[in-house]
Structures are given as structure tokens and as C-alpha cells.
T-cell receptor, first 114, second 113 residues
């Protein structure tokens, strides 16, 4: 009974490189959410996806960030040309349709940009 | 926009002490309210929830009541244990964005034996 899986758990990138974060939702969950937690801050919503569709990306920075949830495989959060301010913990969550805020969270990926 | 404010931590208590973590919210509609808990090195876990005014959510000895008149959802436990040491997040979901959560900053609780 696997929960939400995220990898890698820790990722170090130099400024200007690309960061690719993966999330496998709970089996049977079709909704995926990405959140970012900056130091000393709460989690901030970034994007909400269903299979092959972006439903709400209102929390996503307009440039350099993109997300996908393909028909097969994990959801990917991609950050291009990373900057120091992207250093944060990125959490993925999944849910079934119609369960509102009852989401299951992964352990997070801690991104450090040097 | 919608927001959640919870008491600043860290909170340090002795085992068997009474716990209250305050949480208030601002929302234009009728949100659902949640408490999530994060143990060290793990992801967030849903602790309890309430979906309408006067509902009481409860789990593992923790309780919180949805108070519309005071826009609050304070977390309480009558007797904490060392194993309750974690970070607690209050959150709301307005449903309008189909379930994305708005979180408070989190309150770190440490329980000493």
C-alpha cells in the first residue's frame, strides 16, 4: 500500500541548471498537487493536475517552471535555469476526485541551488 | 484572498500537558478546514478535518471545532505524549479551486518526557 513517492529526496543544482522533480501518486489517485515550502514559511500551492491536463496553475511562477502529469508515468515538476531563490522543499500530494482538501502527501524533495 | 494564520512556535510542553494551537482563517466562501501533521523526515499527514460550521473533527485524541462566528479552528489535546512531537499545519480548502489547500506557517511542538 504505497503512499505518494517523490524522488529524489535531495537535489543539488548549480545556478543555471535544470531541476526535475518526480512524483508518483497513490495508486488510483488521478489528482496531483505540487506545493513549495520556503524556509520558515508554510506550504504554498503551485499547480493542480489531472492526467494529461493542467487544471490550475495559478501558484506557479510564470517563467522557468512547468509541470506535467502524463497518461503513463509520474508527474514531473521542471525548473529551468535554477536560481538560489528556488532553494526550497517541494511537496507533491494526490487525491481521489471529490475529496476536496483530503490529500496524501509525499516526503518532499529538498532542492538546494548553489 | 483566503488565508490562514496560526500561532507561532515552537511550543514546548511536558508529557501529559494540555495542548492548544490556535488557528484563524479568512475566506470569502464556506471553506473546509484541516489540520495536517508532519513528523520529522516525513510528508504531511491529514490529522483531522471539518467541512461545515460547528463540525468537530477528531483523531488520535486531537480535536478541533469549526467556529464560523470567530473564524477559528483551534487544535486541542488533553494530554500530549512525546510521540506527538511534530509540526502541525492548519489549512483550508475553498473548493473553488477544486481542492488546493491554503496553509498556515506551521507550529512546531516538542513534548518533553
Amino acid at each position: 500500500n504505497a503512499g505518494v513517492m517523490q524522488n529524489p529526496r535531495h537535489l543539488v543544482r548549480r545556478r543555471g541548471q535544470e531541476a526535475r522533480l518526480r512524483c508518483s501518486p497513490v495508486k488510483g489517485h488521478s489528482h496531483v498537487y505540487w506545493y513549495r515550502q520556503l524556509p520558515e514559511e508554510g506550504l504554498k500551492f503551485m499547480v493542480y493536475l489531472q492526467k494529461e491536463n493542467i487544471i490550475d496553475e495559478s501558484g506557479m511562477p510564470k517563467e522557468r517552471f512547468s509541470a506535467e502529469f502524463p497518461k503513463e508515468g509520474p508527474s514531473i515538476l521542471r525548473i529551468q535555469q535554477v536560481v538560489r531563490g528556488d532553494s526550497a522543499a517541494y511537496f507533491c500530494a494526490s487525491s481521489k476526485p471529490g475529496t476536496g482538501g483530503e490529500q496524501y502527501f509525499g516526503p518532499g524533495t529538498r532542492l538546494t541551488v548553489t | 484572498g483566503d488565508s490562514v494564520t496560526q500561532m507561532e512556535g515552537p511550543v514546548t510542553l511536558s508529557e501529559e500537558a494540555f495542548l492548544t494551537i490556535n488557528c484563524t482563517y479568512t475566506a470569502t466562501g464556506y471553506p473546509s478546514l484541516f489540520w495536517y501533521v508532519q513528523y520529522p523526515g516525513e510528508g504531511l499527514q491529514l490529522l483531522l478535518k471539518a467541512t461545515k460550521a460547528d463540525d468537530k473533527g477528531s483523531n488520535k485524541g486531537f480535536e478541533a471545532t469549526y467556529r464560523k462566528e470567530t473564524t477559528s479552528f483551534h487544535l486541542e489535546k488533553g494530554s500530549v505524549q512525546v510521540s506527538d512531537s511534530a509540526v502541525y499545519f492548519c489549512a483550508l480548502s475553498d473548493g473553488g479551486s477544486q481542492g488546493n489547500l491554503i496553509f498556515g506557517k506551521g507550529t512546531k511542538l516538542s513534548v518533553k518526557p
